[in-house]
């Protein structure tokens, strides 16, 4: 399967604990999203890669949310401290930089429930 | 501003076609996506349009875009029960590689 990948694919978790999710993007993209999406909504955009560099983060990412991509291929995502408020899908997507329609491509999502 | 509306609910008969609508507030928008969920998965592209364009078809889908109204709309011809699924609507702006969806419309195909 040559599609973006994450893991785990369900995480539940005391209000309290750090987790940390993982996103494997398309082999050659070079840029990579993270979005979170509640129940009933559409995605919303919390930060992006190019390569290894952050570039952009939304006021949705607080200081408990520190996202890395240390060698330009996969991702983390960690949450420190989790709160109710934090349960969520975590939905990762890759795209290639051409001159086309920057197609964002989605993995499966990690379903994250705080308790 | 970024926001993006969609009508939440859509029935539809199988065989008939569907139309799903979103409208979009930012006139710099420069590709307008839809996006199919399906339960408990992610989200698979189905087709984008860029803006300078008014019309794209790929198979039985068929994108429309009013760029003065601000309107998009994704048709899919001969429903199935397999397109039973919530559609987003999304867009992103020049230099801006954020997508900002619309909160889905929920598609239901009944026999």
């Known amino acids: 399967d040559t599609g973006v990948s994450q893991d785990p694919r369900h995480k539940i978790t005391k209000r309290g604990q750090n987790v940390t999710f993982r996103c494997d993007p398309i082999s050659e993209h070079n840029r990579l999203y993270w979005y979170r999406q509640t129940l009933g909504q559409g995605p919303e955009f919390l930060t992006y890669f190019q390569n290894e560099a952050q570039l952009e983060k939304s006021r949705l990412l607080s200081d408990r949310f520190s996202a890395e991509r240390p060698k330009g291929s996969f991702s983390t995502l960690e949450i420190q401290r989790t709160e109710q408020g934090d349960s969520a899908m975590y939905l990762c997507?890759?795209?290639?930089?051409?001159?086309?329609?920057?197609?964002?491509?989605f993995g499966p999502g990690t379903r994250l429930t705080v308790l | 501003g970024e926001d993006v509306e969609q009508s939440l609910f859509l029935s539809v008969r199988e065989g008939d076609s569907s139309v799903i609508n979103c409208t979009y507030t930012?006139?710099?928008?420069?590709?307008l996506y839809w996006y199919k969920q399906e339960p408990g998965a992610g989200l698979q592209l189905l087709t984008y349009i860029f803006s300078n364009m008014d019309m794209k078809q790929d198979q039985r889908l068929t994108v429309l875009l009013n760029k003065k109204d601000k309107h998009l709309s994704l048709r899919i011809a001969d429903t199935q029960t397999g397109d039973s699924a919530i559609y987003f609507c999304?867009?992103?702006?020049?230099?801006?590689?954020?997508?900002?969806f619309g909160a889905g419309t929920t598609v239901t195909v009944r026999a």
């Open positions: 997507a890759s795209s290639l930089r051409t001159s086309g329609g920057n197609e964002q491509f």
């Open positions: 930012d006139s710099s928008s420069t590709y």
């Open positions: 999304a867009e992103s702006i020049a230099n801006d590689y954020k997508l900002s």
